[in-house]
């Protein structure tokens, strides 16, 4: 890891009028590194990533990209260079067949200029690289599973389909919203290694998670919110053992059972 | 109670898989279902000016014509782009007047005016509508139903462009053969360029944006943008029309802002079939005749009209063309249960 952040969230804030949804929330991100974010429902997990990827404004703080302030920038233009994100409500292209909806992102100017996930720089048949990313990311090519029209798919693949969406553009940094939830264990099985597997290729990840026991497993820190704010950022060794996080983010005493699990 | 012993049920015609690609030029039995379908239109649509009765009735071609490039716009603008458009109207009007402007105060001939009117047309209609593509929703609606209502009440009290007494002295095409196959031929053009169109990469951009705008955003590219350039594309399709029309009236006026040109596509639309392009063509050559017809009625004609469009929209509200493609290329068979 090198020792300038790839990304740096200074003091962001974001007031939905009176309700302050993100509080002064501070945290730096090194090169292929996986941090996890998690907190309660409403924590504003998902309104700081909002705010990193463009998709709101911040009222106040900063966004730094390889030290290069971001903030305010339009989100197609935060995409562009390099920092992807999924979604947690998921949104494919619905009326499209799957190889056709990484067509859109591949068609995009930045996977023009990269030549999307794995490309040389060169672009080839938008078809065909999208054929590739989808069976690099666990779509049996021979069950015509690309081939079929999104809208049909059950929600693993979609999530799947939403990540590759990401690799499409050849990301730098992916930000993962809640890509476990409502998948079975088998299929948070298989995703696991595929998570490690993007780090090793050199990708950073953020990834918001209810699933604690996965995401303490592959993240290399950990940041709690708590109604907006910072609570502890740390390893999941530190975040497991602190107390504040039992109390503020567990509650009561099944806290302790719930920490033995993951 | 009697109870359903049987029930419908719908086969994919086996050709259908193979007529994709390089496949259906292997047989001529293949070659034929894919090409039957397009000739019948493509012939039907140019022997249309031989097989009307009168010079009234081969006006009526042109009209049809026109309304056919505003709703082939609708459709593209609502069912691959996901913007509602009112601006029927709107479109005409700026490429009709951009039009008769060229050639009574320029003294250029229309085979300059209507290509020219076209593009300048469609890039003043994408800048009037600009501020409202970035937002999702009705907006886009009502701002471009609005357009032309403020522009007729503007040249009205300015008293500019003719007024109320509109531009006269426009310059016809000259020949009524050269203008009813020019405005046949432009619609056989702009319909198999947007269905081809709609199937490229870009194409499917445009489809995204309706799908998922967001999404887009996430995948680096400015929805605005991809916005405004289907709406030039379908802008200029209407501008297109306009510049046609008033070589054909030999007159400019305000009723070019009239919201017949923008209901009436839309009505086209739905009958014709929603998101197939040639739907709204066929619509075209169903309602404008009609509309002609009921002329004899007067002011009830709307009454009329209005009937047809209830009956088509609670009988067949699929519309012609969707239920056609069906038929076409599905077996439907009854199966006891």
């Known amino acids: 890891?090198?020792?300038?952040?790839?990304?740096?969230?200074?003091?962001?804030?974001?007031?939905?009028?009176?309700?302050?949804?993100?509080?002064?929330?501070?945290?730096?991100?090194?090169?292929?590194?996986?941090?996890?974010?998690?907190?309660?429902?409403?924590?504003?997990?998902?309104?700081?990533?909002?705010?990193?990827?463009g998709f709101i404004n911040v009222t106040s703080g900063k966004v730094l990209f390889r030290g290069k302030n971001i903030t305010g920038r339009p989100a197609h233009k935060i995409a562009d260079m390099g920092i992807t994100r999924t979604f947690q409500i998921m949104r494919p292209y619905y009326s499209l067949p799957c190889y056709k909806n990484l067509v859109i992102p591949l068609f995009s100017p930045r996977a023009k200029r990269t030549g999307g996930w794995r490309g040389g720089g060169k672009l080839g048949d938008r078809d065909t690289v999208g054929i590739d990313i989808l069976e690099e990311i666990g779509f049996e090519r021979d069950s015509f599973v690309p081939y079929k029209i999104a809208s049909t798919l059950p929600t693993g693949y979609l999530k799947r389909l939403e990540l590759a969406r990401c690799l499409a553009l050849k990301p730098e940094i992916i930000i993962c919203d809640e890509i476990f939830s409502g998948l079975s264990m088998s299929e948070i099985a298989s995703m696991v290694p595929l998570i490690e597997r993007l780090q090793m290729d050199g990708i950073t990840l953020i990834m918001i998670e209810h699933r604690l026991r996965e995401l303490f497993r592959v993240s290399n820190r950990i940041l709690v919110l708590n109604f907006g704010e910072k609570v502890i950022e740390g390893t999941p060794e530190e975040v497991m053992a602190d107390e504040k996080v039992k109390e503020v983010y567990f509650g009561s005493e099944k806290a302790e059972e719930v920490m033995s699990h993951a | 109670m009697n109870i359903e012993q049987r029930r419908k049920e719908r086969l994919d015609r086996g050709i259908k898989v193979r007529t994709d690609g390089l496949y259906a030029l292997?047989?001529?039995?293949?070659?034929?279902?894919?090409?039957?379908?397009?000739?019948?239109?493509?012939?039907?649509?140019?022997?249309?000016?031989?097989?009307?009765?009168?010079?009234?009735?081969?006006?009526?071609?042109?009209?049809?014509?026109?309304?056919?490039?505003?709703?082939?716009?609708?459709?593209?603008?609502?069912?691959?782009v996901g913007l509602v458009s009112l601006g029927g109207a709107l479109f005409i009007g700026v490429g009709g007047y951009l039009a008769a402007i060229m050639n009574t105060y320029f003294g250029m001939p229309p085979l300059l005016t209507i290509p020219i009117a076209t593009v300048v047309g469609a890039g003043i209609c994408t800048l009037f509508l600009l501020p409202c593509l970035p937002l999702r929703g009705v907006y886009f609606a009502i701002v471009s139903l609005m357009y032309p209502l403020a522009l007729a009440r503007v040249i009205e009290a300015l008293d500019i462009?003719?007024?109320?007494?509109?531009?006269?002295?426009?310059?016809?095409?000259?020949?009524?053969?050269?203008?009813?196959?020019?405005?046949?031929?432009?619609?056989?053009?702009?319909?198999?360029?947007?269905?081809?169109?709609?199937?490229?990469?870009?194409?499917?951009?445009?489809?995204?944006?309706?799908?998922?705008?967001?999404a887009v955003r996430a995948s680096g590219m400015s929805i605005t943008f991809y916005k405004a350039v289907a709406v030039f594309i379908a802008s200029a399709m209407g501008c297109m029309g306009g510049a046609s029309l008033v070589h054909i009236y030999m007159w400019s006026g305000i009723s070019l802002l009239a919201l017949d040109f923008s209901i009436l596509p839309i009505a086209a639309t739905v009958i014709g079939g929603a998101g197939t392009l040639v739907g709204p063509v066929l619509g075209c050559l169903i309602l404008v005749p009609i509309s002609e017809l009921l002329r004899a009625f007067g002011t009830l004609r709307i009454v009329f009209y209005s009937l047809i469009l209830v009956a088509f929209i609670v009988f067949r509200s699929e519309g012609i063309m969707v239920y056609g493609q069906r038929k076409y290329h599905q077996f439907e068979r009854w199966v006891k249960i």
């Open chain 2, 161 to 214: 462009l003719g007024g109320t007494d509109g531009i006269m002295g426009i310059e016809s095409f000259g020949n009524r053969w050269v203008e009813q196959y020019f405005v046949i031929l432009m619609v056989l053009l702009f319909l198999f360029g947007a269905r081809r169109l709609v199937n490229l990469d870009i194409g499917l951009v445009f489809r995204a944006v309706k799908d998922n705008d967001q």
């Open chain 1, 1 to 53: 890891m090198s020792n300038q952040p790839i990304l740096q969230v200074q003091e962001v804030t974001k007031a939905f009028g009176g309700v302050i949804a993100v509080n002064g929330v501070t945290f730096d991100i090194f090169e292929k590194e996986i941090l996890g974010i998690i907190g309660p429902n409403g924590s504003g997990k998902t309104t700081l990533i909002n705010c990193v990827t």
């Open chain 2, 26 to 80: 292997m047989s001529w039995r293949e070659l034929s279902y894919l090409t039957l379908p397009r000739l019948v239109l493509i012939v039907g649509m140019l022997t249309l000016p031989f097989i009307m009765p009168s010079m009234y009735w081969q006006r009526v071609i042109s009209i049809v014509c026109i309304y056919a490039l505003l709703a082939m716009s609708f459709d593209f603008l609502a069912h691959f």
